[in-house]
């Protein structure tokens, strides 16, 4: 998931090898400017990803807004989730 990050915000260089300073790199890059992501097909997603999503989206220094968007069984993918269960806006 990372990777898709770092090349969704266009990142110069290469990735970090380690995940302490990926995550270093890409909190300072969504703390830059406000950001939209939308994602697609997030009834697929597993609980890890929510996770993950929710750890940038939860730094105070991030800009950043997380649209989820999904087919079938989508709305109950995203309910099973916790920390995104009192977040949804429908």
């Known amino acids: 998931m990372r990777h898709e990050w770092f ?4 990142l110069a260089g290469e990735p970090p090898r380690h995940p302490s300073e990926f995550d270093r ?3 300072t890059a969504l703390a830059e400017r406000p950001r939209t ?3 697609d097909d997030a009834q697929w997603l597993n ?5 993950y999503f929710h750890y940038l ?3 105070p220094a991030t800009q950043l807004a997380i649209i989820f968007v999904g087919g079938e069984g989508c709305h ?3 309910r ?3 920390m995104l269960s009192s977040r949804i806006f429908i």
């Open 37 to 39: 992501f939308l994602v």
């Open 80 to 82: 099973r989730e916790p």
């Open 76 to 78: 109950t993918v995203l």
């Open 57 to 59: 989206w939860d730094e």
């Open 7 to 10: 090349t969704a915000l266009d």
């Open 25 to 27: 790199l890409l909190k």
């Open 47 to 51: 609980g890890e990803a929510f996770e």
